[in-house]
């Protein structure tokens, strides 16, 4: 997946991400939501910052921090209250919360997916430890992806949660 991705160069990913963020805004379960969680991009993923301040006035954004082995979502506020985590990601600066949050989805990044709705992330399990959380079992999980990304089939395991919408660039798949 490296690899295809290297094919393309950052304008024309820029511009695929574009496209693929525009395909969640017209998702009926985005537009009906009040709070969505979503990540912070890496260099080769959908990116997602110039996503985010547009609907930072308009809906509730949280992104996911990391603590040891675990995600934690934690209110977005502004982009000057971002520092680098742990892969260089950024992050939040954890406040303090009284409760945990509840987004309407999660918008969720892979290195591959397919159409039976699987997701292969980067090895660690993060996401789907985040899924389990008896407080985030109704928030639509969304993968987010270009689609050359869709292979036809992921390798999955037990533990891992599929996705019940992917969105790419140039499609929206639904599970069957």
């Known amino acids: 997946m490296a690899l295809r991705k290297k094919e393309y160069s950052r304008t024309l990913l ?13 998702l009926d379960v985005f537009q009906r939501a009040d709070s969505f969680a979503i990540y912070h991009a890496m ?5 997602t910052a110039s996503f985010i301040q547009k609907w930072a006035s308009h809906k509730t ?15 977005y506020e502004a982009d000057d209250t971002l520092k680098p ?3 260089g990601i950024l ?14 989805l ?12 699987n997701r292969m992330g980067r090895g660690k399990g993060y996401y789907d430890k985040l899924f389990t959380e008896p407080e985030l079992q109704n ?10 990304q ?22 929206v798949i639904m599970p069957i």
């Open 43 to 47: 260099p080769d993923e959908v990116q």
């Open 61 to 75: 954004i949280y992104l996911p921090v990391i603590c040891g082995d675990l995600l934690e979502l934690h209110q």
């Open 150 to 171: 869709l292979v036809p089939e992921v390798p999955s395991c037990p533990n891992d949660i599929k996705m019940e919408l992917i969105v790419t660039d140039k499609e």
């Open 85 to 87: 985590g742990v892969f």
């Open 91 to 104: 992050e939040p600066i954890p406040f303090s919360t009284v409760k945990k949050p509840k987004p309407d």
């Open 14 to 26: 820029s511009d695929l991400s574009c496209l693929a963020l525009e395909q969640i805004e017209q």
């Open 106 to 117: 999660i918008i969720t990044p892979g290195v591959a997916f397919d159409k039976d709705m």
């Open 139 to 148: 928030a639509m999980r969304v993968g987010l992806c270009f689609h050359f």
